[in-house]
């Protein structure tokens, strides 16, 4: 075998792809994930409810906008991480990521459910109606239909992990372009849904004091993301991996935890 | 007070969405912690059973 120079970044690949070492340095980071996330979803929803300013247009109903954007932008973000989770899976055969890619996909369709009903909550009184079929919606729901079809594929061969996990990989890849879709929907097909109005690259359409809370709420979403993600994949380790040493060991010092 | 409970005519539309945004997470959270503590039960009892053996 020739001598292979590491460094840091790829001893901690190495790690991060070890089902235990995983299991082991994510614990660290969940209380404070979840901790970051509620404070600022407590900040962002007060700043977002009671300081910013009535729309001059859609007065107090814009508030929407504070849950509605930025759980369309997670479920699309969410979407992403498992499409890359995805490639990983495929290629590499990882199991970290396999776990990553699956507990990625119960909150980011939860997202998904989330933009979809409080954007028609928002087009009641804004547009006179709950639904229309415009590329942006319509993709958004295929979104949806795609998280589902990942979770059911993987559980329609749940005697074979490894086999579930690829067979919903292929799904999470191909169903990329629908992420691609959805951004660009608002360009090549103007309809009734508004245009991008934030834009990391470009100029946005909003002041600061209406931008401020839906940038916490975009970073409370994350870190809630980052939580939800962690503890879903260390329990699909677990499960997964039940078999093993690591688990063994693991779920018995949590059992004396437990007690005393 | 009155005033941001209505939120200017839009109590419904507004009060629904955050509602549905906090009790998602919530779900989710309640979810999970369930989760973990049935998987941990399962394995625990599998290695009873191995050890009983």
Redesign the interface.
């Known amino acids: 075998m020739h001598k292979q120079r590491t460094n840091a970044i790829v001893t901690l690949y190495h790690k991060l792809g070890s089902p235990p070492s995983f299991y082991r340095i994510s614990g660290y980071f969940l209380k404070w994930l979840l901790l970051l996330s509620i404070g600022l979803?407590i900040w962002g929803?007060y700043e977002g409810?009671?300081l910013a300013p009535?729309d001059y247009q859609q007065?107090?109903?814009f508030?929407?906008i504070y849950?509605?954007v930025p759980?369309a932008w997670m479920s699309m973000f969410v979407y992403g991480i498992m499409g890359l989770c995805g490639i990983i899976a495929i290629i590499w055969r990882m199991k970290v990521a396999e776990a990553v890619m699956m507990a990625s996909a119960?909150?980011g369709a939860?997202f998904t459910?989330?933009a979809l009903?409080?954007g028609s909550?928002?087009g009641?009184?804004m547009w006179g109606t709950w639904w229309e079929w415009d590329a942006r919606m319509t993709s958004e729901l295929i979104l949806l239909f795609l998280y589902i079809g990942i979770m059911a594929t993987y559980s329609a061969f749940s005697e074979d992990s490894r086999k579930a996990a690829r067979m919903a990989a292929l799904i999470a890849v191909v169903g990329i372009f629908n992420v691609v879709i959805i951004h660009f929907s608002v360009k090549w097909w103007s309809s009734i849904h508004q245009g991008t109005t934030v834009s990391l690259m470009g100029e946005s359409h909003i002041t600061w004091d209406m931008l401020r809370p839906l940038l916490i709420m975009a970073f409370a979403t994350k870190f809630?993301y980052g939580y939800?993600m962690l503890?879903?994949a260390?329990?699909y380790l677990?499960?997964t991996e039940?078999h093993k040493r690591w688990?063994?060991d693991t779920?018995?010092e949590?059992?004396n935890g437990d007690k005393s | 007070m009155n005033e941001f409970f209505n939120m200017g005519g839009y109590a419904f539309y507004v009060w629904s969405s955050i509602g549905l945004f906090l009790g998602a997470m919530v779900i989710d959270f309640i979810g999970l912690s369930m989760k973990e503590k049935t998987v941990k039960r399962n394995i625990k009892s599998w290695m009873r059973r191995k050890l009983n053996k």
């Open positions: 979803l929803l409810l009671v009535a007065g107090d109903s508030r929407i849950v509605h759980a119960p909150i939860w459910v989330i009903v409080t909550l928002w009641k009184p809630y939800s503890k879903r260390r329990i677990l499960e039940s688990v063994q779920v018995n949590s059992n």
